[in-house]
């Protein structure tokens, strides 16, 4: 502890707050990367936008709240829906093409890069620059209290819409005939396609859903990161795919496990040395690159 | 080098334009950022044009660069020429840290460029050093500060990043360089040294983003860290670069010419719809016009250098 | 380059892209600028402001006072300008920066350059100001800077530069300091966002504390982009102290007010920097719960200066502000640009000359006897650091629904008295 800004003094309270803490956080950041890592390991494209999708995502039960009253836990179902609609659009209209082209993964990133800039200039222009929130309160009043210690209660009714998402996610993979052809088309798109799965309309549909968890995980970040606002995209994609490379690219089962990493290691890093906490997303995605590329539980992405 | 007398024109027509432009036009500050931004788009050139790797997170070398220049002159007092060279090897040196990156392939090197250029932002701007850089309070080189000497040195930059490019353009490194982003596999089995190569042009791109950003630090004098980390810069420099043509001599200058000049027309009145511009042009070119606008020439006969 | 098949078609290549070349860049600019006769026929005014990005809401209600002070002397024929004992209509020329130094950069050197504009007025606070200082010394133009109180700006050796409104955020925090000695609240926690601004007012109330034997349990820096304090305020609540003070800009103090009220934190004393200037929009973002009971530094028209003797008094000001621009609401801001045009307004009456040096030296003649509804106008005669006014500590106290700001330090200033402990 002694690097410049490292908080004096220890105590096990802390680290019990922020072990609790990490924990609700942690299954949060597992949902924001879960959607980003379907995309991926079904069409191998890194959607930079996903972080973009998630400022619309948390735009819209902002302005749901406020024009119309809505709950964010009422906007969810109804957004979701027109997420999952826009997603597999985009998908056709953008995908197709690209997987033609030789050089597809390279490609992919920089529009996607592109369509994110796109989304972020937009956003300004209709919603302006102003970080927007909307009051916890919406949640219940009081915070809560939980082996000694005080939480907004915010945090554990997100990690519970989050863990919710997480569990559907599972059923959907493991125990639905879309999910087995989805979980056969990540193993090997050929194969797949060989066996006669329709690898266009799982990867449609697979988009469709990223984009869902994007807009869900993007509705809790006006609670879990306090506020949003059009430029929050660039940062929260960088986060996503630090978790999900930390797990293992193309594994959900590990972005789960990443989220819950990443989050622990936040909250202790916020407790114990708060002034670095900031970089801990980008150094995870260096070290993990560079020294296990495959992440904690999963394959090679190196090549050359 | 320079096999053609055109070469030699180009590389000294440059930077003499940029010298003697203050005298029929004097926001010399307007025509100073050209050139940062002409620099920067060589400097992804050498990177992207002649490897394929394009680096998100370029703009970290240009901070580098303006951070290593300013601790030379706030902490070694020596003169601004001599803060500049180290800028520029202080980026180099931040290449050489990263180079591992480049066992990556592409897309992973792209995104893990930017986490690396964000890393180093947090690092310098942490208030807990703020004894070494000031952290995010800012820096100020008053001292040294003379506008009119650094626009003549960043003319200077600019001369060598295009000869730079023009002698990997006409060269055998260039070709190879070319064979290897074009198909790495087959040619490490005819020969070549990818990896060396490889390096080569990151040294070169990182090197002269980091005298970019040096000179930056000396003409304006006064910044923050955000100011020299804006991710802003980046991607100014990658539109610049693919929207004039990757992998020329000519692109990047057309691209920051005409792209530069746009956006000082408009965005002296309306600059808010730049973004916008910027993000559906990347999307168009990279789809329809990948090559740039350098591509239109070429099918129109001309050949383009 | 490109080469056609036959070479002796050089030249004209080079001349083709010698010329894109400076009609892009000319292109770019466009060029304008006063012929400067012996009268000229209007002052010009250089500013930036910006329309979006972090710093949008508060530079484009600074910009729109400085904009409301010209309509009103234009209205009445213009400025006196002793240079030339004539009345002569103001001009501001202003472009949008975005709140992009780089961008702002340019559009600086546009105005002295290409606007040849009299006098640059800088976009709001530190970061924006940052690149005009050495812009206008360079270019010997002076800068009047409303709310840009970095104390680096601040050096003998720059005649160029006036601010006008703020006092250098150093010295902000003088009178919380001394209230929180003299309530002999020895539990102290401090919170700051590491920006200049705010760690310069840190550093002050720390070593005031300090003098007066109190070291605080808490002192910690925070990244400015925090918007989330859920784990710092769970470590500050471990300390226990009495007070609780946070500097940071705008979105810091929301997110952070916000954390108090979802952690469900009691402390006896919570300070904030924003409450005092925006109070519409931290109430609009927190809830009149979340700032109840919780202590600022007061800017007018939270409180009003009733000593004027140039410009509009603060019930006239609002009043007429409202009326002219159709809005409720002035805030803090409005304000500062008004002030800066006052003091731009005075300069010219006094100043032997439009020149920056004759301009500053009439500053230098009526600081200390100028009071304008943002308080006494007193700048340090070599740096142009404001010096004039100590902000007061006031505290929100919920009267009728609505909040109502209490000043409740200095005893000279004060309207009540503070509720301590916060119930």
Same mark, same amino acid.
């Given at each position: ?304 | ?305 | 380059?490109?080469?056609?098949? %036959? ?33 000229? %026929? ?85 970061? *924006? ?17 409303? #709310? ?17 409104? *703020? ?47 109190? #070291? ?7 990244? #400015?982009?925090? /918007? ?73 028209? *939270? ?35 008004? #002030? ?76 009540? /008295? ?6």
């Amino acid at each position: 502890m002694n690097l410049p800004g490292a908080q004096k003094g220890w105590s096990p309270d802390m680290l019990e707050f922020s072990l609790i803490a990490g924990i609700l956080f942690g299954l949060f950041f597992a949902l924001v990367g879960m959607g980003l890592n379907l995309v991926f390991g079904v069409m191998r494209i890194v959607n930079l936008a996903h972080g973009d999708f998630m400022m619309l995502g948390a735009f819209g039960a902002f302005w749901a709240y406020n024009l119309l009253g809505w709950n964010p836990l009422v906007t969810i179902p109804v957004q979701g829906l027109a997420f999952v609609l826009a997603g597999m659009a985009l998908y056709y209209l953008l995908v197709p093409r690209l997987v033609a082209l030789k050089d597809f993964e390279m490609i992919s990133l920089v529009l996607f890069f592109g369509l994110s800039q796109t989304i972020e200039a937009l956003a300004v222009l209709a919603f302006g620059n102003n970080p927007r929130s909307i009051f916890q309160p919406v949640f219940g009043q009081a915070p809560v209290h939980f082996l000694g210690r005080t939480f907004p209660v915010a945090w554990p009714v997100s990690a519970a819409v989050s863990l919710f998402f997480l569990i559907l996610v599972y059923f959907y993979l493991y125990r639905t005939r879309a999910g087995y052809a989805t979980r056969a088309v990540m193993a090997s798109r050929d194969e797949a396609s060989a066996s006669g799965v329709n690898v266009d309309r799982i990867s449609a549909l697979t988009f469709g859903l990223g984009l869902l968890l994007a807009s869900v995980a993007g509705m809790l970040s006006l609670f879990m990161l306090g506020s949003v606002s059009p430029d929050f995209g660039g940062n929260i994609t960088i986060t996503a795919f630090a978790v999900i490379v930390f797990g293992g690219l193309g594994d959900p089962v590990g972005t789960v496990l990443g989220g819950l990493l990443y989050g622990i290691g936040l909250m202790v890093m916020e407790s114990y040395l708060s002034s670095w906490a900031n970089i801990l997303p980008y150094v995870l995605l260096l070290a993990t690159l560079l020294v296990k590329p495959g992440g904690i539980m999963g394959k090679e992405v190196r090549h050359v | 080098m320079f096999r053609k007398p055109l070469d030699l024109g180009l590389v000294v027509l440059i930077p003499v334009l940029f010298a003697l432009a203050p005298l029929a036009y004097n926001n010399q500050l307007l025509l100073f950022n050209a050139m940062v931004f002409l620099a920067l788009a060589q400097g992804i050139n050498i990177i992207y044009g002649f490897t394929g790797y394009l680096p998100f997170g370029y703009v970290g070398f240009f901070g580098a660069g303006a951070y290593g220049a300013s601790l030379t002159v706030m902490f070694l007092h020596l003169p601004a020429p001599v803060a500049v060279l180290l800028g520029g090897l202080t980026a180099l040196a931040l290449g050489l840290v990263l180079s591992p990156l480049l066992r990556l392939s592409g897309v992973y090197f792209a995104i893990a460029s930017l986490a690396a250029s964000e890393a180093v932002y947090y690092v310098i701007a942490n208030p807990g050093l703020v004894n070494i850089t000031k952290g995010p309070y800012g820096v100020s080189l008053d001292r040294v500060y003379s506008p009119e000497f650094s626009y003549l040195v960043m003319a200077v930059i600019v001369g060598l990043v295009t000869a730079v490019v023009v002698y990997l353009k006409r060269s055998h490194l260039g070709l190879s360089l070319k064979a290897v982003r074009d198909d790495p596999l087959s040619s490490e089995t005819a020969g070549i040294d990818v990896k060396r190569q490889r390096m080569l042009a990151w040294s070169w791109s990182a090197l002269f983003a980091g005298l970019t950003g040096a000179v930056f630090a000396w003409q304006i004098s006064v910044f923050y860290p955000g100011t020299v980390f804006d991710p802003s810069i980046s991607i100014f420099a990658i539109v610049f670069t693919l929207f004039g043509g990757a992998g020329t001599v000519l692109g990047p200058i057309l691209g920051t010419v005409v792209l530069y000049g746009v956006y000082n027309l408009i965005g002296i009145t309306e600059p808010q719809y730049f973004q916008l511009i910027y993000g559906v042009l990347i999307m168009v070119l990279v789809l329809f016009l990948p090559e740039g606008i350098v591509s239109l020439l070429k099918r129109g006969g001309a050949n383009v250098l | 380059m490109f080469m056609f098949r %036959s070479r002796r078609r050089l030249p004209v290549i080079l001349a083709v892209v010698t010329a894109l070349v400076l009609v892009a860049v000319l292109a770019g600019c466009g060029t304008s600028g006063s012929t400067a006769s012996s009268v000229p %026929s209007q002052i010009t005014i250089g500013t930036l402001y910006a329309q979006s990005g972090a710093f949008a809401t508060a530079s484009m209600g600074e910009y729109q006072g400085l904009q409301f002070w010209a309509n009103q002397v234009n209205k009445n024929g213009g400025v006196l300008v002793k240079a030339y004992n004539k009345k002569i209509p103001v001009k501001i020329i202003a472009y949008n920066d975005n709140s992009d130094t780089a961008t702002a950069g340019n559009l600086y050197n546009q105005l002295i350059t290409q606007n040849k504009v009299n006098m640059l007025v800088a976009d709001f606070g530190s970061v *924006l100001t940052s690149v005009a200082v050495p812009i206008a010394k360079e270019h010997k133009v002076l800068l009047y800077d409303p #709310t840009g109180t970095g104390a680096s700006f601040f050096t003998p050796d720059n005649p160029y530069l006036v601010l006008t409104s *703020l006092p250098s955020s150093g010295i902000w925090p003088t009178s919380l300091a001394n209230f929180l000695l003299e309530k002999k609240i020895g539990k102290i926690a401090v919170v700051y966002a590491s920006n200049d601004f705010d760690q310069s007012q840190a550093k002050t109330l720390k070593s005031i504390l300090a003098g007066g034997g109190v #070291t605080p349990v808490y002192y910690q820096a925070v990244p #400015t982009s925090t /918007k989330n304090y859920g784990v710092i305020l769970s470590d500050i609540a471990a300390k226990k102290p009495d007070a609780v003070i946070e500097f940071g800009y705008d979105t810091n103090d929301i997110a952070f007010l916000q954390g108090i009220r979802n952690g469900g934190y009691k402390f006896n004393m919570v300070f904030t920097v924003f409450p005092g200037q925006q109070l519409a929009l931290i109430d609009k973002a927190v809830g009149n719960a979340g700032v109840a009971y919780t202590y600022s530094y007061p800017t007018p028209p *939270l409180f009003g200066y009733n000593n004027v003797n140039y410009g509009l008094g603060l019930n006239a000001f609002v009043k007429t502000y409202e009326a002219a621009n159709n809005v409720k609401n002035v805030n803090f801001l409005n304000i500062a640009g008004y #002030t800066a045009g006052l003091v731009i307004q005075k300069s010219l009456e006094n100043a032997a000359s439009l020149k920056a040096k004759d301009l500053r030296a009439a500053v230098n003649t009526f600081s200390g006897s100028m009071n304008t509804l943002d308080g006494a106008f007193k700048i340090d005669p070599a740096t142009g650091a404001q010096e004039g006014e100590l902000l007061p500590v006031a505290q929100f106290q919920p009267s009728g629904g609505t909040l109502k700001p209490v000043i409740v330090y200095p005893a000279n200033l004060a309207t009540g /008295k503070a509720v301590y402990p916060a119930p």
